[in-house]
């Protein structure tokens, strides 16, 4: 059932041959129908809905997606995207001054900024684990621990620590088993980013237990942007005071004589659950389709067949594509990076010879060739190809991310990697330079 044939139950135009699901995800028509019953009933009566239908509906998506995760109810709220529970997490943290925010290479850039900002407005400092893939999955943890050490050692202390279930660029698969049993070795607070998680990797909460998980919902499991679930445990909860941006459902410290109503209808629910229930009025019906895009995937072979197909067509893709530039896949020695609906192969471009064109011939900046390729080929894709595929500059090389997904099969990456190979030629002729103005 998988492949084109199921390309049909989407929404993408005819001409246009989607290969980068992995940034913004997409859902099928049935769930477009089921997001739209949502709004019109929001639409038909206003106030009824958003005050007292709303809610039941989301109590049962939170019911949910916490049964697919194997995590209590109470622990589970949505919010937008993961960037904003990352940031949930790190504005609510109190700082003092010796505290550090750990994260590695590889982390989102938004959410590197976010701990950027966070380092220049509160005491905190950060420390960032430097590598470039491929590397070892026990390697990774290992410098985990020397990272914690040198803090340590210098009177500091490890708060925080941010990683991700699968790096966003390049595409592979991290070891936060590892990571979040080793963060609670030493003593420090767990945030995964799960962007690529629920619907991607297989994930058990209960088993993992990390302090803070977050995962996009609108990347792999099928439901509208933006939805993301939030999961906090009950134990620190009473950490997250407020969601971003403060709300209706925040306690303030109490004070005499002051009483900040919650318009709201009273509930017997928790703070840290009613905190999230109601942030700002926008469109939650995305939060609503989780029930409805289980059921579809339900329908179509389960989540063990869904990542189990995507997983094998990712790595089988990306050893074709290599095979068809002549190039390499990036891939450790125990093979643990493409673990993942996500995979990554090289261009066949020669950098040195390519810098060499730009700057004699185009007059570009050295250091901006490796970005200007990638922007141009990028637009390329899109303006004369029907398509778009995730490209970066890393390591020295042009490299290619590839996505799989239910709606795919090995004869679209086949076709991406022959119009690779031409997007390539023309860049060794410098069409890239010489068009640079109509990026």
């Given at each position: 059932m998988f492949g084109k044939q199921l390309r049909k139950e989407f929404l993408f135009d005819e001409r246009w041959l989607n290969l980068n699901h992995g940034s913004f995800g997409t859902y099928p028509r049935v769930i477009r129908d089921v997001m739209r019953s949502f709004q019109d009933q929001a639409e038909a009566r206003p106030d009824d809905f958003i005050r007292y239908i709303y809610p039941q509906l989301l109590d049962s998506s939170r019911l949910a997606i916490s049964n697919l995760l194997n995590t209590p109810v109470e622990a589970v709220v949505f919010v937008p995207n993961a960037t904003t529970g990352v940031n949930t997490v790190l504005r609510n943290l109190v700082y003092e001054p010796g505290d550090h925010i750990l994260y590695f290479a590889t982390i989102y850039g938004a959410c590197e900024k976010s701990v950027a900002y966070i380092t220049e407005t509160?005491?905190?400092?950060?420390?960032k684990i430097e590598y470039t893939y491929p590397v070892e999955d026990d390697w990774l943890v290992s410098q985990f621990h020397a990272k914690v050490d040198e803090v340590e050692k210098s009177g500091g202390r490890v708060k925080l620590a941010i990683f991700d279930t699968v790096v966003s660029m390049p595409g592979v698969r991290m070891p936060f088993e590892s990571l979040t049993a080793a963060c609670k070795e030493r003593g420090v607070l767990s945030?995964?980013?799960g962007a690529h998680g629920v619907g991607h990797v297989e994930l058990d909460l209960a088993t993992l237990d990390p302090d803070f998980f977050v995962s996009n919902m609108h990347k792999w499991l099928f439901t509208p942007r933006g939805s993301a679930i939030f999961y906090v445990p009950v134990r620190n909860q009473h950490l997250l005071?407020?969601?971003?941006?403060?709300?209706?459902?925040f306690v303030p410290a109490p004070k005499p004589g002051v009483v900040i109503n919650n318009p709201f209808p009273a509930s017997t629910k928790s703070p840290y659950v009613l905190n999230f229930e109601f942030v700002g009025t926008i469109d939650n019906a995305p939060y609503l389709c989780v029930p409805a895009a289980l059921r579809f995937r339900e329908e179509i072979g389960g989540e063990?067949?869904?990542?189990?197909?995507?997983?094998?067509?990712?790595?089988?893709?990306?050893?074709?594509a290599a095979e068809i530039l002549g190039t390499e896949v990036l891939q450790n020695k125990t093979e643990t990076l493409t673990n993942a609906c996500l995979s990554n192969v090289r261009l066949p471009l020669e950098p040195a010879k390519i810098e060499e064109l730009a700057v004699?011939?185009?007059?570009?900046?050295?250091?901006?060739?490796?970005?200007?390729?990638r922007d141009w080929m990028s637009k390329a894709l899109v303006d004369d190809y029907e398509t778009f595929i995730a490209l970066m500059w890393y390591g020295g090389a042009w490299w290619m991310r590839l996505s799989a997904q239910v709606y795919l099969g090995?004869?679209?990456?086949e076709w991406a990697a022959e119009t690779l190979k031409k997007l390539c030629a023309r860049v060794e002729k410098g069409d890239f330079a010489q068009l640079k103005g109509k990026l």
């Amino acid at each position: 059932m998988f492949g084109k044939q199921l390309r049909k139950e989407f929404l993408f135009d005819e001409r246009w041959l989607n290969l980068n699901h992995g940034s913004f995800g997409t859902y099928p028509r049935v769930i477009r129908d089921v997001m739209r019953s949502f709004q019109d009933q929001a639409e038909a009566r206003p106030d009824d809905f958003i005050r007292y239908i709303y809610p039941q509906l989301l109590d049962s998506s939170r019911l949910a997606i916490s049964n697919l995760l194997n995590t209590p109810v109470e622990a589970v709220v949505f919010v937008p995207n993961a960037t904003t529970g990352v940031n949930t997490v790190l504005r609510n943290l109190v700082y003092e001054p010796g505290d550090h925010i750990l994260y590695f290479a590889t982390i989102y850039g938004a959410c590197e900024k976010s701990v950027a900002y966070i380092t220049e407005t509160t005491p905190a400092s950060s420390v960032k684990i430097e590598y470039t893939y491929p590397v070892e999955d026990d390697w990774l943890v290992s410098q985990f621990h020397a990272k914690v050490d040198e803090v340590e050692k210098s009177g500091g202390r490890v708060k925080l620590a941010i990683f991700d279930t699968v790096v966003s660029m390049p595409g592979v698969r991290m070891p936060f088993e590892s990571l979040t049993a080793a963060c609670k070795e030493r003593g420090v607070l767990s945030c995964i980013d799960g962007a690529h998680g629920v619907g991607h990797v297989e994930l058990d909460l209960a088993t993992l237990d990390p302090d803070f998980f977050v995962s996009n919902m609108h990347k792999w499991l099928f439901t509208p942007r933006g939805s993301a679930i939030f999961y906090v445990p009950v134990r620190n909860q009473h950490l997250l005071r407020s969601t971003l941006p403060t709300s209706h459902g925040f306690v303030p410290a109490p004070k005499p004589g002051v009483v900040i109503n919650n318009p709201f209808p009273a509930s017997t629910k928790s703070p840290y659950v009613l905190n999230f229930e109601f942030v700002g009025t926008i469109d939650n019906a995305p939060y609503l389709c989780v029930p409805a895009a289980l059921r579809f995937r339900e329908e179509i072979g389960g989540e063990k067949k869904i990542m189990g197909y995507c997983h094998d067509l990712a790595k089988r893709a990306a050893y074709r594509a290599a095979e068809i530039l002549g190039t390499e896949v990036l891939q450790n020695k125990t093979e643990t990076l493409t673990n993942a609906c996500l995979s990554n192969v090289r261009l066949p471009l020669e950098p040195a010879k390519i810098e060499e064109l730009a700057v004699t011939k185009y007059g570009l900046e050295r250091a901006a060739v490796g970005m200007a390729v990638r922007d141009w080929m990028s637009k390329a894709l899109v303006d004369d190809y029907e398509t778009f595929i995730a490209l970066m500059w890393y390591g020295g090389a042009w490299w290619m991310r590839l996505s799989a997904q239910v709606y795919l099969g090995l004869e679209n990456f086949e076709w991406a990697a022959e119009t690779l190979k031409k997007l390539c030629a023309r860049v060794e002729k410098g069409d890239f330079a010489q068009l640079k103005g109509k990026l």
